[in-house]
């Protein structure tokens, strides 16, 4: 399992990759809309990384962090409100591939590399999910993050202390 930057030799396996059917509703946007937002957020200063996840040097997922402030307004009773973050905007296996451990190795070794703190100091990384998606909430609830309850657009909040 690795996780390697988008370059012209993976951008379209990256592109092509897809969820099952049913998981469509779970993803806020295409990894071709994500790469995207990586240009558009980086150009307005926020660091922000998109990978290919790779198993057995075949391009099987994809994932996105940020570097960020969590200051939205509906943060503010919250004790990470104006603190510094990784946001995880991200993470999808494709239909072929999941169920295999790659989602909980690639998150892992996303986790290893925040963890180093690599464009900065923050004390929280964070990341929303959708309500109906128990595959996900299971596996971010593995790892450690928990629900302070902030619920989006049928999308909830998940946070984990640095
Ligand atoms: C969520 C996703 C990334 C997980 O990747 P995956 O490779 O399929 O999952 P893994 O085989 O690594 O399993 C990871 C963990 O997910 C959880 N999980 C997997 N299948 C599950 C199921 N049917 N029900 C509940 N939890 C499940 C478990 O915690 C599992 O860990 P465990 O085997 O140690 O118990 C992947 O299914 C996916 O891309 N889904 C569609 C996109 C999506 O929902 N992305 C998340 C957006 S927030």
Do not use: C, W
């Amino acid at each position: 399992m690795e996780l390697r930057k988008i370059t012209e030799d993976n951008i379209d396996e990256v592109i092509a990759l897809e969820v099952g059917e049913t998981q469509k509703d779970f993803i806020m946007a295409t990894n071709l809309r994500y790469i995207a937002d990586a240009y558009v957020l980086n150009a307005e200063g926020e660091p922000t990384i998109p990978f290919a996840i790779y198993a057995d040097d075949v391009v099987v997922g994809f994932l996105m962090y940020s570097y960020d402030t969590l200051d939205h307004e509906s943060f503010e009773n919250e004790a990470f409100y104006r603190k510094k973050s990784y946001f995880i905007h991200h993470i999808m296996i494709d239909k072929h591939y999941q169920g295999k451990r790659y989602g909980k190795l690639a998150f892992e070794k996303m986790l290893v590399d925040i963890e180093a703190m690599p464009y900065g100091e923050a004390e929280y990384i964070a990341l929303f999910y959708h309500t109906d998606n128990i595959k996900a909430k299971t596996l971010y609830a593995s790892f450690g993050f928990s629900e302070p309850g902030i619920i989006q657009d049928n999308s909830i909040m998940a946070v984990k202390t640095l």
